[in-house]
């Protein structure tokens, strides 16, 4: 059994998710173009941290929240450890964000994931979650190694 609730990264277990994240990542995309919160960045006031556990308390999942203005809102840092996927943990992760965004009342979310192989999970989540692809977001580079999405509340 699953259990998502908000958390804080400031603990050892969601660092080791955040730095599990950037090793897969890193080999993925030219680094310039990597653009990872930080625990410290993830524990600002404007980031919400949705951390999965399994029934042992381990954490195995987690996607954050980055309100940007009163209407606008930002999927970050979500990721699985690779034996979770497939079991729908990225997408409970996905609806608790939204659930999250829509109370605040946010109008959209928007995204930047990397645009190479090894990402077509992540494409797959966005898209069958009904996020759209669009143009470059927020003050991202329109630089050819991302893929932006956005989703209408």
């Excluded at 699953?2 to 080791?16: C, G, H, K, N, Y």
Aim: glycine letters at 8%; a neutral charge; proline letters at 5%.
């Amino acid at each position: 059994m699953i259990t998502i609730a908000v958390e804080t990264p400031l603990q050892d277990d969601v660092r080791a998710l955040v730095a599990a994240l950037n090793a897969y990542m890193i080999p993925l995309t030219p680094r310039q173009f990597q653009f990872q919160l930080t625990v410290e960045q993830m524990a600002e006031p404007a980031v919400t941290l949705f951390v999965a556990r399994d029934s042992t308390g381990r954490a195995v999942g987690m996607g954050a929240l980055k309100v940007h203005d009163a209407t606008l809102g930002e999927v970050k840092r979500m990721y699985t450890l690779p034996e979770i996927r497939g079991h729908r943990v990225g997408v409970a992760l996905l609806q608790n964000i939204e659930g999250l965004a829509r109370s605040r009342g946010l109008k959209s979310l928007v995204l930047e994931t990397g645009e190479a192989p090894g990402f077509e999970p992540a494409w797959r989540l966005y898209e069958r979650a009904g996020y759209r692809q669009c143009g470059a977001v927020l003050d991202y580079p329109d630089s050819g190694f991302s893929r932006f999405y956005e989703k209408m509340l």
